[in-house]
């Protein structure tokens, strides 16, 4: 996020990559692990051949694809075998993963991208204990949104904090408002899923910026749209009867974005409401060069892996693994967390 796309919660919850299938690749599973390496096995220096276990939540979202995808291929480039182990969104899932991966005494570090981050901790105290190293990624382990590590013994953290993005989406919601020019400017918003940590954050840290930061903001209007293209232009729909003067329509899913924009075109309110997304997608991207969507918050999901594996790999090696605190759309992005139509062309979307 993060963008995972997760369980059902409220009334309905279709994962955004039904409409980014094209997105789909191709991964062999087995007993829920899968893996790729590659094939070379260096006996001693700094490219020794080491294994790692990468953790992910649920294998068949196009994010996590996405992030499976570019940790098999930097495994591959620095000659390390990466076995994917998939939680199917499921934290007892990834627990029990967790120990069967201990217990095979088969990995030389973990990648965990936690389904929920407190309930993973003791998967991290017991791997540490094993004398396995430990890199969070994706999720922040633990109760608190840093890039800190909260588990003694981590190595490191490459996190997508939900409470960055939900800065972000308030931030360019404000952006918004003063392109439309309205005070008060009066606001529709869908949220993800609550049961979704990364979601039900976001979704406070934006109320809490907007109410603590810009008072001439008014959300008149909420619901949840749960990653659902369909659900999100229902919802859009039926708010806009209700609110027929809204400003801004803020969604916290791309295809979301563009089935509301739909919505406002079928309403012939095109260019009167302005439509605010998150993910920093190519769908996203293209619906801002479009004009059709004000902007999108970022998120960068292979650059994450790739740099959660890339300090795994070091570790296992017992090697520097250089800055182990990564807030992926800060550090890593070139146009840090929101992107618009005043640096699209800079930005590069990774899924």
């Known amino acids: 996020m993060g963008w995972d796309l997760r369980r059902r919660a409220g009334t309905r919850f279709v994962a955004a990559g039904a409409v980014l299938s094209a997105l789909a690749l191709a991964l062999a599973g087995c007993g829920g692990a899968s893996s790729s390496g ?16 990468h953790f992910v939540a649920i294998q068949a979202n196009p994010v996590e694809q996405v992030i499976i995808a570019a940790g098999q291929e930097v495994g591959k480039e620095q000659n390390a075998t990466v ?3 998939d939680s199917n969104n499921d934290v007892q899932r990834e627990l029990a993963n967790c120990q069967d991966a201990i217990a095979s005494q088969k990995y030389d570090a973990f990648v965990l991208k936690a389904v929920s981050g407190p309930p993973l901790e003791s998967c991290a105290r017991n791997a540490i204990a094993a004398g ?13 949104q840093t890039t800190a590590p909260q588990v003694k013994g981590i190595v490191g953290t490459v996190v997508t904090l939900s409470t960055t993005n939900g800065v972000a989406v308030a931030d360019l919601t404000n952006r918004a408002c003063d392109a439309a020019k309205a005070k008060p400017c009066k606001v529709i ?8 940590d990364y979601a039900s954050i976001t979704r406070q840290t934006f109320l809490d910026r907007v109410g603590s930061a810009y008072k001439s903001i008014q959300v008149v209007g909420q619901a949840a749209a749960n990653f659902d293209p369909d659900t999100a232009a229902n919802e859009a729909r039926q708010l806009l009867q209700v609110h027929p003067d809204v ?18 075109a079928d309403l012939g309110k095109t ?3 302005l439509v605010v997304g998150a993910g920093g997608s190519q769908v996203g991207v293209d619906a801002i060069k479009a004009g059709k969507q004000f902007g999108d918050t970022v998120i960068l ?19 520097s693994v250089g800055n182990t605190r990564i807030d992926v759309t800060k550090d890593l992005s070139p146009v840090g967390t929101i992107v618009d139509a005043s640096n699209v062309d ?4 990774e899924w």
Do not use: W
């Open 301 to 319: 999901p292979a650059s994450e892996a790739r740099a959660a594996v890339e300090m795994a790999i070091k570790a296992a090696r017992h090697q």
């Open 189 to 196: 918003y869908l949220f993800g899923p609550v049961t979704f």
């Open 132 to 144: 396995i190293p430990v890199v969070v990624q994706g999720t922040a382990l633990g109760p608190q």
């Open 247 to 264: 400003n801004v329509i803020v969604n916290d899913c791309d295809p979301c974005a563009v089935a509301t924009e739909k919505v406002i």
């Open 271 to 273: 260019g009167s409401i």
């Open 83 to 85: 076995t994917v182990f």
């Open 38 to 53: 590659s094939g070379s096995t260096a006996s001693s220096g700094t490219q020794k051949h080491v294994n790692i276990a």
């Open 346 to 349: 800079k930005y590069h979307a």
